[in-house]
């Protein structure tokens, strides 16, 4: 499941993925969520907070992720990545290389320290 974060700071769009999450949650939920925060505000600054495994996503969600990130590369400023699943810290590491000035990844115990990053 995704779910919008509410009372973010200006320009930060905050999601939550727990339990199992499927390419529904993205076509329903986060991807028209970016879209709309893109049409009304321009670049944008992502927290995505993991409370789940990287097994508990659906291949269809692994696509529309990888989908999105490409589509969008150019439209986010910053992207906070907060989780405790050590195959996703890995995976975000591994393509760091790619994007290294703006992506960083956070514990989850860390998500506060993520958003002031975020503002910066």
Same mark, same amino acid.
């Given at each position: 499941?995704?779910?919008?974060?509410?009372?973010?700071?200006?320009?930060?769009?905050?999601?939550?993925?727990? =339990?199992?999450?499927?390419?529904? $949650?993205? @076509?329903?939920?986060? &991807?028209? #969520?970016?879209?709309?925060?893109?049409?009304?505000?321009?670049?944008?600054?992502?927290?995505?907070?993991?409370?789940?495994?990287?097994?508990?996503?659906?291949?269809?969600?692994?696509?529309?992720?990888?989908?999105? =990130?490409?589509?969008?590369?150019? $439209?986010? @400023?910053?992207?906070? &990545?907060? #989780?405790?699943?050590?195959?996703?810290?890995?995976?975000?590491?591994?393509?760091?290389?790619?994007?290294?000035?703006?992506?960083?990844?956070?514990?989850?115990?860390?998500?506060?320290?993520?958003?002031?990053?975020?503002?910066?």
């Amino acid at each position: 499941m995704i779910e919008i974060l509410t009372n973010m700071p200006d320009k930060i769009v905050g999601i939550r993925a727990s =339990g199992t999450v499927t390419a529904e $949650d993205y @076509e329903s939920v986060l &991807i028209p #969520t970016i879209e709309e925060s893109l049409k009304k505000q321009g670049p944008i600054r992502l927290l995505y907070v993991l409370d789940c495994s990287v097994t508990d996503f659906s291949i269809g969600a692994m696509w529309d992720d990888t989908k999105l =990130g490409f589509q969008h590369l150019q $439209d986010f @400023e910053r992207i906070a &990545i907060v #989780t405790d699943d050590h195959l996703m810290r890995g995976m975000v590491h591994a393509f760091q290389f790619a994007m290294p000035k703006f992506l960083k990844v956070f514990p989850l115990d860390g998500e506060d320290a993520a958003i002031e990053w975020l503002k910066v």
